[in-house]
């Protein structure tokens, strides 16, 4: 069963197998956002009964791109608090398009390439909690349009897949049809990334 957790869970509540930190793309409501929420539900049943938890990372995912740099720090957080708090939980790390993005700041990965631009930055986690990552996957991540995708780039390389459809222009530098950033809640794109991190926490 797959539950998803408070901003901040009480001290007491037992952990869990398995927690996936996901960051909603833009304009999508609190929450893991649909991409998210789908990826978490074919997760948990690849896992052979392990207890599944969802982190939902708290930032604005508004048109104001600067404020990913707040998400990033709240994923760093949670990620600090679970390596103190629950020292055998293993931890998957995710998001969608500008949650993506954030992803790419813990990592090291500047998310638009080797600028900053109007998308903000926040500091890269420290070894041992970029260490506590088991896995991580992106979606539509613009950082891939940049030539850096997470998957070869930055603190996760080598446990990350970052998915792209081809005829999105946010991950894509071939990309000219906005309707492909809305489809990586479906196959192919899902069932990649649930298989790449269902190997990783086996």
Known sequence: MVCELPP???AGDPCPDVEVIFARGTGEPAGLGR???AFVDALEPRLGGRTVAAYAVD???SFD????AEGADNAAAEIAA???RCRDTRLVL???SQGAALVDMLAGVPPLG???GDIGSAPYLATPFADKVTAAAVFGNPSARFGTPLSTTGLFEGRAIDLCNPGDPICSPTGETMSAHENYEFPPYLDEAVGFVA???V
């Open 82 to 84: 679970m390596a103190s």
């Open 8 to 10: 901040s869970q009480a």
């Open 59 to 61: 930032y604005p995912a």
């Open 65 to 68: 791109f600067l404020m990913a």
């Open 94 to 96: 995710g998001g969608y």
């Open 114 to 116: 080797d600028v900053v």
């Open 199 to 201: 190997r990783l926490l």
């Open 35 to 37: 991409v998210g929420q």
